[in-house]
């Protein structure tokens, strides 16, 4: 019954591949976004989908690229990984743009 | 400078202590979150407030609008409250913008 999933979990890879988180919920939900939360667990937002449209795209590399295939899935990828990408990815979601906010377990993704 | 500052960011508590969490931000909002993190790493929705003052058992959350700070408390505490706590205020495009965690112990 778990509400906002994310896999893997834990993805370890090397500096140059390309790699994807992805993020399910349950919750019936249209909106979701993309977090990511530095080594010193400072949180910013990345990107938002509402009903499978782009609403929120922050001061974000190229590289990285969100794909929302319905409302229940927001997918992450990235290419060409660099170091500086080492980070915890949280998935969230919320009922409209300005409701409250679910989050997935996070995804720690370690580039070496 | 952060437009969201959270004090103070360790505390250390006693069992039982009544605790507080201050949150002060600098831009105009349409919503202020406290988020809960455990050390196991999973981020909780707390509250979402706009005005006035929330309860959910031991935890308080208010907020002054006028002043731009909002405060977390938390009664009775207990060792598994121990966690960091985050606050984020909604900002111009529905965008979540978060402090930087109180980092919360509380010893038995």
């Known amino acids: 019954d778990t509400a906002v999933s994310q896999t893997p979990k834990y993805l370890v890879t090397q500096m140059g591949n390309d790699k994807s988180i992805k993020c399910e919920q349950n919750l019936g939900h249209d909106t979701m976004y993309w977090y990511k939360q530095d080594s010193k667990k400072f949180l910013k937002i990345m990107f938002s989908y509402n009903n499978k449209e782009l609403i929120i795209n922050e001061t974000v590399p190229n590289r990285f690229s969100p794909k929302s295939p319905d409302k229940a899935h927001l997918n992450l990828h990235i290419n060409s990984l660099e170091l500086g990408d080492s980070a915890v990815y949280f998935c969230?979601?919320?009922?409209?743009?300005?409701?409250?906010?679910?989050f997935g377990p996070g995804t720690r993704l370690t580039v070496t | 400078k952060n437009e969201v500052e959270q004090s103070p960011q360790n505390l250390t508590a006693q069992e039982g202590e009544f605790i507080t969490i201050n949150c002060s931000y600098s831009?105009?909002?349409?919503?202020l979150h406290w988020l809960q993190q455990h050390p196991g790493g999973g981020i909780v929705s707390l509250f979402m407030l706009s005005s006035g003052k929330k309860k959910h058992g031991r935890l308080i959350a208010t907020i002054n609008i006028q002043e731009k700070h909002s405060s977390l408390h938390i009664t009775a505490s207990h060792p598994r409250d121990s966690a960091v706590y985050i606050c984020?205020?909604?900002?111009?495009?529905?965008?979540?913008?978060f402090g930087a965690g109180t980092i919360l112990r509380v010893k038995s």
């Open positions: 831009v105009g909002i349409s919503a």
């Open positions: 969230a979601s919320s009922h409209g743009p300005s409701g409250e906010q679910y």
């Open positions: 984020a205020v909604r900002s111009n495009g529905n965008k979540l913008v």
